[in-house]
């Protein structure tokens, strides 16, 4: 397992941006496929977007606002969120998989994002 700690949330109106960065732990970074989840008060945890070698994915509420990129010399996973509403208010969480797994096995501490109107 690798440790992850997040960093960048805050309180920012609609339409502004934010960029997540998560850093971890660990030799073989460049080797986990990394996520970002999150949880609104309510509700159950869902996938944002995860990079692998083929590079980002994302669900459906946030392409197009939203990307994932990662710099594997820095350790480093990173969410740049734009144009950003009140629906994506949350505790956001970044994930680790390993090669070879189909669960993220490691995750951070979660970094809050308020979305005001």
């Known amino acids: 397992q690798v440790q992850l700690v997040e960093s960048g949330g805050g309180l920012v109106q609609a339409g502004g941006s934010l960029r997540l960065s998560c850093a971890a732990s660990?030799?073989?970074?460049?080797?986990?496929?990394m996520g970002w989840f999150r949880q609104a008060p309510g509700k159950e945890r869902e996938v944002v977007a995860v990079?692998?070698?083929?590079?980002?994915k994302y669900t459906d509420s946030v392409k197009g606002r939203f990307t994932i990129s990662r710099d594997n010399a820095k350790n480093t996973v990173y969410l740049q969120m734009n144009s950003l509403t009140p629906e994506d208010t949350a505790v956001y969480y970044c994930?680790?998989?390993?090669?070879?797994?189909?669960?993220?096995?490691?995750w951070g501490q979660g970094t809050q994002v308020t979305v005001s109107s």
């Open positions: 994930a680790a998989q390993p090669l070879g797994r189909i669960d993220f096995n490691s």
């Open positions: 660990g030799r073989t970074f460049s080797s986990y496929a």
């Open positions: 990079i692998t070698w083929s590079g980002g």
